[in-house]
């Protein structure tokens, strides 16, 4: 465009048409127009451009944006040459800056972006906890952050920076810049441990420098404290060697697979429940052939779809739902109770345990539960289990039924206290039930056992006990005793008619034996007037009837008074002191004929401690005199009777032995019974009264008398008496 001194201007019909006239303006005001042109202000700002290159030469630069145009004009004008021949005009030259424009905008905005990320990546850095910083392609210190110069104990970055501190110490080969320039060297990321003091503590940092593209070239740093990462890494891996050691004590089975899923540790008990190798495991086998393993050696529940089962497994790996617990039943009977921990490295634990024996047990135990119960309600006793603060735990249909208790109200497990109040009704005397309460209570806090009888109104008797349980509770039992209270009320009057009739047995024994006498004293006393010739010189064999009434009557006599005696009850003692050695050889001499007639041999051993005691002369003789008939009465022709007696100072004692054929235990039980057949008979002594009456005479005096005998090996009885 073309302006003349006078105003008028000369365009392009191009130019008309990028500023979307639609005829060519004669003067510069006609640029500008409603909806078409330039602006007013932009035709103003090129006015007062325009004007001021005609009168002062100066050149301009401006941009415009036509109205109703996306377009941006450049514009640039200047005073024409007077060598134009148009003196005074300038010429303005239009550029569609459109795109150029365009694009300087986007620039801008992606250096604004820069700018805003480069306040905040230096803001990032500036406040970053661990030291870093910049290094120049020279890899001399060019920025610092504010964790650095805190670390290095410097003023501020500028201070740091212009004396060059170092962060690290050293030079050569293990120095700061060594890492730094291998980074700028190879261009590629370098990292190095190096030790370095910080706030007067001696830290291990790791270094990390990382070379920059060029532009700006130079290497980036920065630096993190290991010291804690260290020490947290050395006691992960004491934790993780003494967790492994606490594994191999267990006795379930534990196997760890790591993230890429291979086998990374398993103890003892796991290679031996599942029958595997060491050196096969040393392997580190992926997790499909373990299972693999364990099926080879049936070690796995029997499925129908094994892969199946195997990927479900494998999904362990990935669970987020904690701990997978289940239960594996092997052939054999063999049951495992398995427990999947995903790790959170991405590994996995598995845990093992043979639940075998409890299962096992839990199934003896179910057993003996059921039996225990079948065993309870079929009892004869009622039980009833308390607890330690008295409510009743168990019980069987016998305790129910004796008290007549609703099932429904035992069910809410009653106090003891309650239970007897419901029932005291059916006993005969409702006070007693306190007892029970009483019993029950002693059982279980006191842990002693007692024991009680009651008598229900219906008649019924029981028998009750309270037990003290070794778990603290107490055992209440109920005895139905009425039939044998029964038995036992006639049994008690059986044996009252019983001793009725022995005491009228004993009577008329008692008082035939004193009628007898009387009769006997008179043949014995006519007898001996015939034998001494009363009524006349008697033949010879007259003389023999008599002597043999005589010895019959001797006989008699004795017997009689052997049953007198027994008869008697209790003996009554003439108490003297009573030499025991001169009663002893009486008592011998008197036995001594009878000995002689069957050639025994007859030991009499009297000791000096045989001594005396306070006694009946007559029974104490009497008592010796029938031990040693039985003795004689027990032996054969030419057998050995001994008759011994010694003392201390408090008692002395009488033995009587024999050789002869011995007693036999049921023989030896009646030995003392004074209605028992005799073990021997002779026919001087009725000798089935005597060994009775030797045991009335000797506990007459406090003594005590001892038999024993075995068959073919004789008798020993055996006398002791207080002195």
Same mark, same amino acid.
């Not at 070239?217 to 934790?239: H, M, N, P, T, Y």
């Given at each position: 465009?073309?302006?003349?001194?006078?105003?008028?201007?000369? %365009?392009?019909?191009?130019?008309?048409?990028?500023?979307?006239?639609?005829?060519? @303006?004669?003067?510069?005001?006609?640029?500008?127009?409603?909806?078409?042109?330039?602006?007013?202000?932009?035709?103003?700002?090129? &006015?007062?451009?325009?004007?001021?290159?005609?009168?002062?030469?100066?050149?301009?630069?401006?941009?415009?944006?036509?109205?109703?145009?996306?377009?941006?004009?450049?514009?640039? &004008?200047?005073?024409?040459?007077?060598?134009?021949?148009?003196?005074?005009?300038?010429?303005?030259?239009?550029?569609?800056?459109?795109?150029?424009?365009?694009? /300087?905008?986007?620039?801008?905005?992606?250096?604004?972006?820069?700018?805003?990320?480069?306040?905040?990546?230096?803001?990032?850095?500036?406040?970053?906890?661990?030291?870093?910083?910049?290094?120049?392609?020279?890899?001399?210190?060019?920025?610092?952050?504010?964790?650095?110069?805190?670390? *290095?104990?410097?003023?501020?970055?500028?201070?740091?920076?212009?004396?060059?501190?170092?962060?690290?110490?050293?030079?050569?080969?293990?120095? @700061?810049?060594?890492?730094?320039?291998?980074?700028?060297?190879?261009?590629?990321?370098?990292?190095?441990?190096?030790? !370095? =003091?910080? $706030?007067?503590?001696?830290?291990?940092?790791?270094?990390?420098?990382?070379?920059?593209?060029? @532009?700006?070239? $130079?290497?980036?740093?920065?630096?993190?404290?290991?010291?804690?990462?260290?020490?947290?890494?050395?006691?992960?891996? +004491?934790?993780?060697? !003494?967790?492994?050691?606490?594994?191999?004590?267990?006795?379930?089975?534990?196997?760890?697979?790591?993230?890429?899923?291979?086998?990374?540790?398993?103890?003892?008990?796991?290679? +031996?429940?599942?029958?595997?190798?060491?050196?096969?495991?040393?392997?580190?086998?992926?997790?499909?052939?373990?299972?693999?393993?364990?099926?080879?050696?049936?070690?796995?529940?029997?499925?129908?779809?094994?892969? &199946?089962?195997?990927?479900?497994?494998?999904?362990?790996?990935?669970?987020?739902?904690?701990?997978?617990?289940?239960?594996?039943?092997?052939?054999?009977?063999?049951?495992?109770?398995?427990?999947?921990?995903?790790?959170?490295?991405?590994?996995?634990?598995?845990?093992?345990?043979?639940?075998?024996?409890?299962?096992?047990?839990?199934?003896?135990?179910?057993?003996?539960?059921?039996?225990?119960?079948?065993?309870?309600?079929?009892?004869?006793?009622? /039980?009833?289990?308390?607890?330690?603060?008295?409510?009743?735990?168990?019980?069987?249909?016998?305790?129910? =039924?004796?008290?007549?208790?609703?099932?429904?109200?035992?069910?809410?497990?009653?106090?003891?206290?309650?239970?007897?109040?419901?029932?005291?009704?059916?006993?005969?005397? @409702?006070?007693?039930?306190?007892?029970?309460?009483?019993?029950?209570?002693?059982?279980?806090?006191?842990?002693?056992?007692?024991?009680?009888?009651?008598?229900?109104?219906?008649?019924?008797?029981?028998?009750?006990?309270?037990?003290? %349980?070794?778990?603290?509770?107490?055992?209440?039992?109920?005895?139905?005793?009425?039939?044998?209270?029964?038995?036992?009320?006639?049994?008690?009057?059986?044996?009252?008619?019983?001793?009725?009739?022995?005491?009228?047995?004993?009577?008329?024994?008692?008082?035939?034996?004193?009628?007898?006498?009387?009769?006997?004293?008179?043949?014995?006393?006519?007898?001996?007037?015939?034998?001494?010739?009363?009524? &006349?010189?008697?033949?010879?064999?007259?003389?023999?009837?008599?002597?043999?009434?005589?010895?019959?009557?001797?006989?008699?006599?004795?017997?009689?008074?052997?049953?007198?005696?027994?008869?008697?009850?209790?003996?009554?003692?003439?108490?003297?002191?009573?030499?025991?050695?001169?009663?002893?050889?009486?008592?011998?001499?008197?036995?001594?004929?009878?000995?002689?007639?069957?050639?025994?041999?007859?030991?009499?051993?009297?000791?000096?401690?045989?001594?005396?005691?306070?006694?009946?002369?007559?029974? %104490?003789?009497?008592? /010796?005199?029938?031990?040693?008939?039985?003795?004689?009465? $027990?032996?054969?022709?030419?057998?050995?009777? #001994?008759?011994?007696?010694?003392?201390? !100072?408090?008692?002395?004692?009488? *033995? *009587?032995?024999?050789? $002869?054929?011995?007693?036999?235990?049921?023989?030896?039980?009646?030995?003392?019974?004074?209605?028992?057949?005799?073990?021997?008979?002779?026919?001087?002594?009725?000798?089935?009264?005597?060994?009775?009456?030797?045991?009335?005479?000797?506990?007459?005096?406090?003594?005590?008398?001892?038999?024993?005998?075995?068959?073919?090996?004789?008798?020993?009885?055996?006398?002791? #008496?207080?002195?």
């Amino acid at each position: 465009m073309i302006v003349r001194p006078d105003g008028r201007i000369d %365009l392009s019909d191009r130019l008309v048409d990028w500023l979307g006239l639609s005829s060519p @303006p004669r003067f510069l005001a006609d640029m500008a127009g409603p909806g078409a042109g330039l602006t007013g202000d932009d035709a103003g700002a090129l &006015g007062d451009a325009v004007t001021a290159a005609q009168k002062a030469g100066e050149p301009f630069a401006m941009a415009i944006r036509p109205q109703g145009s996306s377009r941006m004009l450049t514009v640039q &004008g200047q005073r024409v040459p007077r060598e134009a021949g148009v003196d005074g005009g300038v010429v303005v030259w239009f550029f569609d800056a459109t795109e150029t424009q365009a694009r /300087i905008g986007e620039l801008l905005g992606q250096t604004a972006q820069l700018t805003d990320a480069f306040a905040a990546l230096k803001g990032l850095i500036e406040a970053a906890p661990l030291p870093m910083w910049y290094r120049g392609p020279d890899l001399r210190l060019a920025m610092v952050n504010s964790a650095y110069v805190r670390a *290095v104990e410097g003023q501020d970055a500028r201070d740091v920076v212009t004396r060059g501190v170092e962060l690290i110490e050293g030079a050569g080969a293990g120095g @700061p810049l060594a890492n730094a320039g291998r980074a700028r060297d190879t261009d590629r990321p370098s990292i190095a441990n190096a030790p !370095a =003091t910080i $706030g007067g503590a001696r830290k291990m940092l790791r270094v990390h420098d990382v070379p920059l593209p060029t @532009p700006p070239g $130079g290497v980036a740093g920065f630096a993190i404290d290991i010291d804690e990462l260290e020490q947290a890494r050395s006691g992960i891996k +004491r934790f993780a060697e !003494a967790q492994r050691a606490m594994l191999d004590r267990l006795s379930a089975g534990v196997a760890q697979f790591a993230a890429d899923r291979s086998l990374s540790f398993s103890n003892e008990p796991f290679m +031996r429940m599942f029958a595997m190798r060491g050196e096969w495991l040393a392997d580190r086998p992926e997790f499909d052939r373990v299972l693999e393993r364990m099926r080879e050696a049936k070690r796995l529940p029997e499925v129908r779809d094994f892969p &199946g089962w195997k990927a479900e497994r494998r999904d362990w790996f990935l669970a987020a739902t904690g701990a997978i617990e289940e239960s594996w039943t092997l052939p054999g009977g063999v049951h495992l109770r398995v427990v999947g921990h995903p790790l959170p490295d991405g590994g996995l634990l598995l845990i093992f345990e043979d639940r075998t024996e409890q299962v096992q047990l839990a199934s003896a135990r179910d057993t003996l539960l059921r039996v225990r119960t079948a065993t309870f309600d079929n009892l004869f006793e009622a /039980i009833g289990v308390f607890a330690g603060d008295g409510r009743l735990q168990i019980w069987n249909d016998k305790f129910r =039924t004796i008290w007549g208790f609703e099932e429904e109200f035992l069910a809410t497990h009653p106090r003891i206290d309650s239970l007897v109040a419901e029932g005291s009704g059916l006993l005969a005397q @409702p006070n007693r039930a306190g007892v029970i309460a009483e019993l029950v209570r002693s059982a279980a806090v006191g842990r002693t056992q007692r024991a009680g009888r009651v008598a229900f109104a219906d008649g019924r008797h029981f028998e009750f006990a309270g037990v003290p %349980l070794p778990d603290g509770n107490a055992l209440f039992t109920m005895l139905d005793i009425s039939d044998s209270r029964r038995a036992e009320q006639a049994l008690r009057d059986r044996n009252e008619a019983l001793e009725a009739a022995d005491r009228i047995k004993t009577a008329f024994v008692a008082s035939m034996s004193y009628e007898l006498r009387t009769p006997l004293t008179s043949i014995r006393g006519f007898a001996e007037m015939m034998g001494e010739g009363y009524a &006349g010189k008697l033949p010879k064999q007259a003389d023999d009837y008599v002597n043999a009434i005589l010895e019959s009557v001797a006989r008699l006599s004795a017997l009689v008074d052997d049953v007198l005696d027994l008869t008697e009850g209790e003996q009554k003692i003439d108490r003297a002191d009573v030499d025991l050695e001169t009663l002893a050889a009486a008592a011998a001499e008197a036995v001594a004929p009878a000995a002689k007639r069957k050639s025994i041999d007859f030991a009499i051993e009297v000791a000096p401690s045989t001594g005396t005691v306070n006694g009946d002369a007559k029974k %104490l003789r009497e008592m /010796i005199e029938h031990l040693l008939r039985h003795a004689v009465a $027990g032996v054969g022709e030419r057998g050995r009777v #001994l008759l011994h007696t010694d003392g201390d !100072a408090k008692g002395a004692r009488i *033995v *009587v032995s024999d050789d $002869g054929a011995g007693m036999d235990q049921a023989a030896v039980d009646r030995a003392f019974d004074r209605f028992a057949e005799p073990a021997f008979r002779d026919e001087s002594r009725a000798l089935g009264l005597g060994l009775p009456i030797a045991r009335q005479v000797a506990e007459a005096h406090g003594g005590t008398i001892k038999l024993l005998s075995e068959p073919g090996s004789g008798t020993l009885i055996t006398v002791e #008496l207080p002195r």
